[in-house]
C-alpha cells in the first residue's frame, strides 16, 4: 500500500464527507425555502430567522466539496462541470438568488418584500432541482437521449421533495405555536415524495448501469448490504408513525421528541448517501475515470491532507459551538 | 473582433470575478471597523459607537451574502473555465485554494451568523471575539488568494517536470517576489473603498437631517481613515510599481505606453496608444518624469515594448492604470479637505452641504480604483496565465461557444440587476435609519 494508492481514497472520503454535511445542512435551509410560500407573513420571518445564523456556513461545505474535487481529482472536476454546465449554472443562478433574496427581503422598502420572498422560494427551488438533475445526470455517466435525461429531472423532483422534508422537519423542531403545526403537515406530504425519491433513485441506477447492478446483486456482499435498504424502510415507517402523533400531541401543546423527525430524516439521507458511494466508489466519472486516473500528484495531496487533519477537527467544533449557541426555538432576528 | 471560446471565457470569468472583488473589497475592511466600532463602545459606553455597529452591520451582512454567493461561482468557474491551469500549476493553485477555502472560508461563514444575531444569546466578550474572528477570516482569506494571484504573475520556488509544475519551496511559492506589495495595496485598497463607503452613506444620512451622534462618528471614521491611508496607499504603489519594473517589465511598459526603449521617458497624462503604429496618437505628457518615477534619475532608460516577443494588449492597461491613479488624487484631495474640515471634535460632525453631497458622489470610488487596479494586473499579465510558464489560451477549455456565450449573458443580466439592487438598498437603509434618528431627536426636543 503507497501513498499514491491510499492518497486518493482519502480525499475520496473527504469529498464525500464535504458533500454529505453540504446535503444534510444546506438541504434544510433549501427545504426551509421551497416551504416559505405556504407560510403566512409572520410564519415567513419565522422560518427565515430559523436558518438566518446558518446559512453562510452551510453553502461553505459546497464550496468544500466542488473545492476538493478541483485540487484533488482536477481532471474529473472539468470532465464532471463541463459536463453538467447548465445544471451549474441554474444551480449557481439559483444559490445566488436565494441568497441575496434573504437579506434583501428584511432590507429593502416594503413593497419590494413579496418579490424578494418569491426570489426565495424561487432561487431554493431552482438550486433543489439543479442539484438533483445533477445527481441524476452523474449516475447515469451523462448518458445522452431523453430516457437518461427524464431520469435526470425525476431525481431533480425527488431531491426537493426530500429538501422539503428536511426543511419541515428543521422547523418542527425549532419552532412551535401553529407554524410547527403546519410544519407537521408539510412534514407528512413531503415524506411521500421523498419516499418515491429514494425508491427511484435506488431502483432505477442498478437498470441505466449495469456495473452498479454486478456491485449490488451478487453474493455474498447482497446480504452485507441488506441493512441499507432495511434502515430506509424502517426510518420512513417510523416517519409515518410518529408525525400523525406528534400531530395530535402537539395540539394539546406538548411537543416532546420534536427532534425525532429531523434525526430521522438526517438517518434516511446518511442511508442513502452511503448507498449511493458504495455504487459509485472508486470511479468519480461513472465509466470513464477512476480516482487514481483523477488525482492530482501525492505531493499536493499531502500538503491538503496534513491542513485538513489539523483545520477540519476545528471546523467542527466551532460549527456544533453556533448551532449551540442558536439552540433551541428560533425567535426573531435582529442585529442588535 | 470575432467572439471566439476564449475570448468568451475570459470575458465569462472576467465579469465574474470583477463582480465577486467588489464585495470582498468591502468585507475585508468593514470587518475591522466594525471590530473597531464595538472596541470604542467597550471602552467609552457611549451608545453612538454601537449605533454606527448596528446600521453598518447590516451593509457587512448584505456585502458577505454577495461575497458569499459569487464565490461559490468561482469555485465552479476554475475547472469550466480553465482546464489546463489545474493540470499544469494543481500542485500550486491547489493546496493554496484549498488552505484559503479550510483556515479561512469556514472561519468567517462560522462565526457569522454569532456576529450578526448571537448579540442576546452570548457575552459581550464572544460577541467581541466572534467579530474578530470573521475579520481576520476576511483578511486570511485575501492573504491566500493573493499569494496565489502573486505566484502567477511572478512565479519562483518550483520547477517544471513533464509539463507539470512542482513545488522546490513553499516559502518561496507563497512569498514570491510580488506577493508582499500586491498584498499590502489590495488590503490598503479595501480599507480606502470602505473609507469613502462610510464617508458616503454617513453624509447621505446627514444630508437627509440625520445628525445622530452615530452617524457622525461613521462619517468621521471614513473619513479620518481615508486621509490616513490614501498617503500610504500612494507610498505602497509606487513601491509595487517599482517592483512590477523589475519582474514584469512589458507590464509596465504598457502602463506607461512606452512602445520604444527611451532615455528621460515622459509621464504621459491622455494618449491613445496605437498597437498597428506601435506610437501613441495626441499625446500629453510631462517631460522626463516617467524616468524620474521608475528610475528616480531624470534620464532614467525604461525598456520598451519593442524588447519583449510578447506584451500585453496596451490601451486598456494604459488607461486602467490613469483611472485607477486619477480616483486615487481625487480621494487624496477629498480626504484631506474633509479631514481639515472635520478637525473640531463635534459629535454630530456637520458638514457643508456641498462637501456632502461630493461624498456622497465618491461613496464607490474605491470600487472603481479597485477594479482599475486589477485590470491593470491582470491584463497587464497577458498573454500569460501563469508569467512564462501557461499562455492563457493554453488553459482555455473546450465549452462551446454558444454554451459559454448564453451563460455570460445570463450572469451579466444577473450582476447588473444585483448591483442595482444592492446600491439602492444601501441608500434605502441610509434613508431609513436617517429617518428614524431625526424622529428620535425630535422625540428628545419634545421631551425636553
Known amino acids: 500500500m503507497n501513498a499514491a494508492y491510499w492518497l486518493p481514497v482519502i480525499f475520496a472520503g473527504l469529498m464525500g464527507l464535504a458533500m454529505l454535511v453540504y446535503v444534510v445542512l444546506d438541504g434544510f435551509d433549501l427545504g426551509v425555502g421551497l416551504l416559505l410560500p405556504l407560510a403566512d407573513d409572520a410564519g415567513k420571518d419565522r422560518m427565515v430567522a430559523s436558518i438566518g445564523p446558518f446559512w453562510d456556513a452551510n453553502e461553505t461545505w459546497l464550496v468544500l466539496g466542488a473545492g476538493l474535487l478541483l485540487v484533488a481529482f482536477p481532471m474529473a472536476h472539468g470532465v464532471v462541470f463541463g459536463a453538467l454546465y447548465i445544471p451549474v449554472l441554474l444551480m449557481l443562478v439559483g444559490l445566488i438568488l436565494r441568497g441575496v433574496a434573504f437579506d434583501f427581503r428584511v432590507k429593502a422598502r416594503d413593497p419590494h418584500r413579496p418579490w424578494w420572498n418569491a426570489i426565495f422560494a424561487l432561487g431554493s427551488l431552482l438550486a433543489s432541482l439543479a442539484q438533483g438533475v445533477m445527481l441524476g445526470r452523474y449516475l447515469t455517466g451523462f448518458a445522452d437521449g431523453a430516457l437518461s435525461w427524464l431520469f435526470a429531472l425525476l431525481v431533480g423532483v425527488g431531491l426537493s421533495a426530500a429538501y422539503a422534508l428536511l426543511g419541515a422537519c428543521w422547523l418542527i423542531m425549532k419552532t412551535d405555536g401553529p407554524l410547527q403545526a403546519r410544519a407537521i403537515s408539510w412534514a407528512r406530504h413531503s415524506v411521500a415524495g421523498a419516499a418515491l425519491a429514494v425508491l427511484l433513485v435506488s431502483g432505477v441506477t442498478p437498470l441505466v448501469n449495469p456495473a452498479i447492478a454486478a456491485k449490488w446483486f451478487a453474493l455474498p456482499q447482497l446480504f452485507l448490504l441488506l441493512p441499507l435498504p432495511l434502515g430506509t424502510v424502517a426510518l420512513f415507517a417510523l416517519q409515518l408513525i410518529i408525525l400523525p402523533r406528534l400531530a395530535r400531541r402537539q395540539a394539546v401543546g406538548n411537543d416532546r421528541y420534536c427532534w425525532l423527525p429531523f434525526a430521522a430524516t438526517v438517518g434516511i439521507v446518511l442511508l442513502a448517501f452511503w448507498g449511493l458511494a458504495y455504487s459509485v466508489f472508486p470511479q468519480v466519472v461513472i465509466g470513464r475515470m477512476d480516482i487514481w486516473q483523477a488525482a492530482s500528484d501525492p505531493e499536493a495531496l499531502w500538503i491538503i491532507l496534513w491542513g485538513a487533519l489539523l483545520v477540519l477537527p476545528c471546523i467542527i467544533a466551532y460549527t456544533a459551538f453556533a448551532y449551540r449557541v442558536f439552540w433551541g426555538k428560533a425567535d426573531s432576528l435582529s442585529y442588535q | ?448
Open chain 2, 1 to 448: 473582433m470575432e467572439l471566439d471560446a476564449l475570448t468568451l471565457a475570459r470575458a465569462q470569468f472576467g465579469a465574474n470575478i470583477s463582480f465577486h472583488i467588489l464585495f470582498p473589497s468591502i468585507n475585508i475592511a468593514l470587518a475591522w471597523v466594525l471590530l473597531f466600532f464595538k472596541l470604542r463602545y467597550l471602552r467609552t459606553g457611549k451608545q453612538a459607537w454601537m449605533d454606527a455597529y448596528g446600521f453598518w452591520v447590516k451593509i457587512f451582512a448584505l456585502s458577505f451574502a454577495l461575497g458569499v454567493v459569487s464565490g461559490v461561482t468561482m469555485s465552479f468557474q476554475f475547472g469550466t473555465n480553465w482546464p489546463g491551469y489545474m493540470q499544469t500549476v494543481g500542485n500550486i493553485a491547489g493546496p493554496l485554494l484549498a488552505y484559503e477555502i479550510l483556515t479561512a472560508f469556514f472561519l468567517e461563514a462560522g462565526f457569522l451568523g454569532i456576529m450578526l444575531f448571537g448579540r442576546p444569546r452570548v457575552s459581550e466578550r464572544v460577541h467581541t471575539f466572534a467579530t474578530l474572528l470573521v475579520a481576520f477570516g476576511n483578511s486570511l482569506s485575501a492573504f491566500w488568494i493573493i499569494a496565489l494571484n502573486s505566484w502567477m504573475q511572478t512565479p519562483t520556488g518550483f520547477v517544471m517536470k513533464d509539463g507539470r509544475a512542482h513545488v522546490s519551496d513553499w516559502l518561496q511559492v507563497i512569498f514570491n517576489p510580488s506577493m508582499p506589495y500586491r498584498l499590502t495595496h489590495m488590503l490598503l485598497a479595501s480599507g480606502l473603498t470602505v473609507a469613502f463607503l462610510l464617508a458616503g452613506l454617513s453624509a447621505y444620512r446627514q444630508l437627509k437631517g440625520d445628525r445622530s451622534a452615530g452617524n457622525g462618528a461613521a462619517l468621521k471614521t471614513g473619513v479620518r481613515l481615508a486621509a490616513l491611508l490614501i498617503p500610504l496607499q500612494i507610498l505602497v504603489g509606487d513601491a509595487h510599481g517599482l517592483n512590477t519594473m523589475e519582474h514584469q517589465p512589458a507590464k509596465l511598459a504598457a502602463i506607461e505606453g512606452v512602445w520604444h526603449t527611451e532615455r528621460g521617458a515622459p509621464l504621459l497624462l491622455f494618449a491613445l496608444p496605437n498597437a498597428d503604429t506601435q506610437r501613441n496618437d495626441y499625446a500629453v505628457g510631462i517631460p522626463h518624469l516617467a524616468s524620474l518615477i521608475i528610475k528616480h534619475d531624470l534620464d532614467g532608460e525604461i525598456r520598451g515594448l519593442n524588447e519583449f516577443a510578447q506584451h500585453p494588449p496596451v490601451a486598456k492597461v494604459f488607461w486602467s492604470f490613469r483611472v485607477m491613479v486619477g480616483v486615487g488624487v481625487l480621494m487624496l484631495l477629498t480626504a484631506w479637505f474633509g479631514a481639515w474640515q472635520l478637525r473640531r471634535d463635534a459629535p454630530a460632525a456637520l458638514l457643508d452641504r456641498r462637501l456632502l453631497c461630493w461624498l456622497v458622489g465618491m461613496t464607490f470610488a474605491g470600487w472603481v480604483a479597485t477594479l482599475a487596479g486589477w485590470y491593470v494586473t491582470e491584463i497587464g499579465r497577458q498573454p500569460w496565465l501563469v508569467t512564462g510558464v501557461l499562455t492563457t489560451a493554453q488553459a482555455a477549455g473546450q465549452a462551446t461557444t454558444s454554451m459559454v456565450a448564453g451563460s455570460l449573458l445570463t450572469y451579466l443580466a444577473l450582476y447588473a440587476g444585483l448591483l442595482l439592487a444592492y446600491v439602492s438598498v444601501l441608500f434605502h437603509l441610509a434613508k431609513k435609519a436617517a429617518g428614524q434618528a431625526d424622529a428620535a431627536v425630535v422625540l428628545q426636543e419634545v421631551q425636553a
